[in-house]
């Protein structure tokens, strides 16, 4: 598996004019050879060239990788740059992904004055963003995880109960059913507090009429999960309610237009076109969705700025909101894996409010 999605990502390099390519992402890396090393602050890289002489750049505190591909080993004192340099053929544009920090790509061109560099990180998300078949039943397999701690944290909220006591159960659940952990800081807002589309759980305390916002996900099989669903303490205000069933038929729109070869901005027009219509325009703040995979955030967007299509085996949420300052906030977000035909819905949760506490 792993040289074939090396040579995708040739492919996709081939494509853009490129001979060779540094990654340094430790999760691009991992994907590539399923070795997976956090470097910390020393030198991490997978050098990928078209003529198959591909490099993996090691300091020896990393753990041996077991990978055909050559390791080239290096100390905290050997000149790691000029190691590195010296595998990169002089003149032909290199890419460069994403993550590489200034610290080393700087010294690097410094060696090579006539080596263009070029962003390429592309030529690996491109590839990442179309999961396979395992991937899919991981993604799959996540959900469903993470549709048993909405349910079981819905379950759990009273009035009284703090915001940081609900993002505890929510930690302590995930680890109940084996994930290595969440895939983000559980977001947990109630009320006005939920205004905040990032609210940071605090001290605030639940009570009737509030609306609560949960937006969870676990990681399991190094993959991620995400969902938002939004609730109501013991009782709903009927102008929430309905901006509740308002963002949920935005959601559902948009989930509806999902298959091969839509254009992401066209998911985002029909979920944004819905709200905006109904006068909350300027309260939608955010793009309607992210990609998904080893990790929460992985590149590419459902967003008015993207025209790429949609492919099979892409992962990517679709959650709208409204937020009104210091009154209230509702989101309600799925995650959708695009098929030959149209998308699945990863999530089961209702999507409708309810009354809990």
């Known amino acids: 598996m792993p040289s074939e999605r090396i040579d995708r990502v040739l492919a996709a390099m081939r494509a853009r004019g490129l001979t060779q390519m540094i990654v340094s992402d430790p999760q691009s890396i991992d994907y590539l050879t399923g070795v997976y090393v956090e470097p910390f602050e020393r030198l991490f890289a997978l050098y990928l060239s078209a003529d198959g002489k591909h490099r993996f750049f090691l300091n ?7 990978t055909p591909i050559e390791a080239v080993w290096f100390t905290d004192t050997n000149d ?6 010296a595998a990169v053929r002089p003149g032909e544009a290199l ?3 994403k993550e590489w920090p200034a610290r080393f790509l700087l010294p690097l061109m410094e060696r090579l004055p006539g080596t263009p560099c070029r962003l390429a990180s592309g030529c690996v998300d491109g590839v990442r963003a179309c999961k396979d078949a395992a991937e899919q039943a991981l993604m799959r397999e996540n959900s469903a995880l993470n549709d048993e701690v909405m349910r079981r ?4 909220l009273k009035e009284g109960m703090t915001e940081e006591e609900g993002a505890a159960y929510i930690l302590e659940q995930y680890r109940a059913l084996g994930c290595e952990g969440p895939s983000f800081p559980p977001i947990v807002s109630f ?7 990032h609210h940071m759980p605090d001290g605030t305390r639940l009570r009737a009429g509030d609306c609560i916002v949960l937006d969870i996900g676990g990681k399991k099989g190094g993959y991620c999960s995400d969902m938002t669903r939004t609730y109501f303490c013991k009782q709903a205000d009927p102008r929430h309610a309905a901006l509740h069933d308002l963002v949920r038929r935005a959601n559902e729109a948009a989930e509806a237009l999902v298959r091969p070869g839509v254009r992401l ?3 985002d027009k029909a979920a944004r076109d819905l709200i905006a219509d109904a006068g909350y325009g300027a309260y939608f703040t955010h793009r309607l969705g992210h990609f998904i995979g080893r990790t929460d955030h992985e590149q590419g967007d459902v967003s008015s700025a993207n025209t790429a299509a949609a492919e099979p085996g892409m992962v990517f949420s679709i959650e709208p909101g409204i937020y009104l300052p210091g009154e209230f906030g509702v989101r309600v977000e799925d995650l959708v894996l695009v098929t030959q035909t149209g998308c699945e819905v990863l999530n089961q949760v209702d ?3 309810a009354l809990l506490g």
């Open 265 to 267: 901005c066209d998911l």
């Open 60 to 66: 020896r505190l990393f753990p041996a990788p077991r």
């Open 153 to 156: 944290a819905a379950a759990y």
């Open 80 to 85: 790691s740059i000029g190691l590195l340099a």
């Open 351 to 353: 999507k409708h409010w």
């Open 191 to 197: 009320g006005a507090n939920a205004a905040d589309p």
């Open 95 to 97: 890419g460069i992904d």
